[in-house]
C-alpha cells in the first residue's frame, strides 16, 4: 500500500529567492530568443540591401571614374560618372563607357560618332567629321583637329549593324576607333551610357 500521509506531511521546497534586479530565468530564456530573432532579421535586412546595392550596380547603373585626357573639356581626369546600363542601345551622340580588349584590359570612355549603317568620312584638312555626307556640329571637341601621332588610320568606312564608331572630345590626344587597336567597337563591348558627372562638384552636369 502506497504511504499517502508521508506525501501529505512533507513540507513544500522552498521557493530560491529572486534577486533584486534579476529577472526570472524564463524571462531571460525569451529575451534572448527575442534578441537572437532581431539579429537574424537584422543580417536579412542587411543581405537583402547589399544583394540590391550589387545588382543595381552591376545591371542598372555604376559609377565609373574618368581616366586620361581624351574627353576633355567635356570630362576630366578623376571625374565620378554616372553610368547607365539597364536596357541602353547606343545612339549617335551619346558618351558611352566600353571595353576593348584589344587596347586596355580597363573601360575606356568615348562619344558615339557613328552606329550601324552609317558612313564616317575623317577629313583633317578641313577638321571636320561627316555621317552619311554631312558634317556633324562639334561644339563639344577641345580644340581643331589634326591628323594624330599614329596617323590618318581609319578615316573612311561604313559601321557594320551591331557595331558603333567613337572619337574622344579631345581629337588630337585621343585613341579610338581610328587607332588600329580599337577599330570599330562591337556594341555588346558597350558597358552603358555616360548620363552625369557627380563629382567634383564644380564639373556637376548632365550629359
Not at 113 to 139: C, F, H, M, N, W
Amino acid at each position: 500500500m502506497e504511504n499517502w500521509d508521508s506525501e501529505l506531511n512533507q513540507e513544500p521546497a522552498e521557493e530560491q529567492p529572486v534577486q533584486a534586479g534579476e529577472a526570472p530565468s524564463g524571462a531571460k530564456t525569451r529575451r534572448d530568443s527575442s534578441d537572437g530573432k532581431d539579429l537574424y532579421l537584422n543580417v536579412r535586412v542587411l543581405v537583402v540591401i547589399m544583394a540590391v546595392f550589387v545588382l543595381m550596380f552591376t545591371f542598372v547603373a555604376r559609377i565609373i571614374v574618368v581616366s586620361g585626357p581624351s574627353m576633355e573639356d567635356t570630362l576630366w581626369g578623376g571625374d565620378l560618372m554616372l553610368v547607365w546600363s539597364l536596357v541602353y542601345e547606343p545612339r549617335q551622340g551619346d558618351i558611352v563607357v566600353l571595353t576593348q580588349e584589344s587596347y586596355q584590359e580597363d573601360s575606356i570612355v568615348k562619344r558615339v560618332i557613328a552606329v550601324g549603317g552609317q558612313s564616317v568620312d575623317i577629313d583633317y584638312y578641313s577638321g571636320k567629321v561627316y555621317v552619311d555626307g554631312r558634317p556633324l556640329e562639334e561644339t563639344y571637341i577641345k580644340e581643331r583637329m589634326q591628323v594624330p601621332h599614329y596617323g590618318e588610320g581609319l578615316n573612311h568606312v561604313t559601321v557594320p549593324e551591331g557595331c558603333i564608331f567613337v572619337m574622344g572630345d579631345n581629337r588630337n590626344n585621343s585613341a579610338d576607333s581610328r587607332y588600329p587597336d580599337i577599330g570599330i567597337v562591337d556594341t555588346r563591348c558597350v558597358i552603358g551610357r555616360g548620363v552625369a558627372v557627380l563629382f567634383p562638384f564644380h564639373h556637376w552636369k548632365g550629359l
